[in-house]
Each structure stands twice: as C-alpha cells, then as structure tokens.
C-alpha cells in the first residue's frame, strides 16, 4: 500500500503565499509523474501542475508564473509554492502521484485534499 498526506492549507490574503507538501510512503519502488489537482465548490476538478519523474513541468494557464510545483525524490514529497494567490484559487488542493510498488504494480494514489482559502 501506499500513502499519501498532505500539508500546507490554511487560510491566506489575497496577494498572499502558501506551500503544500504531499509526502508519499510505503511499498514504493519508483515514483513517476506527481501532480497537483484543485477542486473549487461547484467545479470539477483540474490539473494544476504536473512534475514528471523526468523532463519539463506542466502548469494550467490560470497559475502560470505563480506557482512552482518541485519534487524531492530523497523524500518521496512533492511542493507546490502558491504565490501572488487570488480568491479564484480557493479550492481543496489534491496530490496525486503514479506509482511502481516494490511487487511491479502501478497505482495512481489521491491524497487526502488539503483546504486553500485566499480571502481579506
């Protein structure tokens, strides 16, 4: 099995920053693509970054030039730094990492979600 928690909501300005971890454990051989999903009340949810294990990141336009996604693969965690963050992006924040397991199975695990709320 394998497990993901997440870190980092909370509460932020407008105009703000916030960090969020994801840290993965358990059976993991090999990590590939870790991503960052968002889903604000009312709306599906949507890729928001995207660090394959190797080769350029991916961002949706709406965050580009604002947040940073990065991985450490030592950790098995990846971040997402959320700067100059507007009320549009509140929404619960959801890590999502495909994964090799020590017996060869690819999983695609969810973490728990973690609130962002950006509000005066």
């Known amino acids: 099995q394998v497990q993901l928690v997440e870190s980092g909501g909370g509460l932020v300005q407008p105009g703000g920053s916030l960090r969020l971890s994801c840290a993965a454990s358990?059976?993991?051989?090999?990590?590939?693509?870790m991503c960052w999903y968002r889903q604000a009340p009312g709306k599906q949810r949507e890729m928001v970054a995207r660090i394959p294990s190797g080769g350029s990141t991916n961002y949706a336009d709406s965050v580009k030039g604002r947040f940073t996604i990065s991985r450490d693969n030592a950790k098995n965690t990846v971040y997402l730094q959320m700067n100059s963050l507007k009320p549009e992006d509140t929404a619960v924040y959801y890590c999502n990492v495909g994964v090799i397991t020590n017996s060869g199975r690819w999983l695609e695990v969810w973490g728990q979600g973690t609130l962002v709320t950006v509000s005066s």
């Open positions: 358990g059976s993991i051989y090999m990590i590939n693509a």
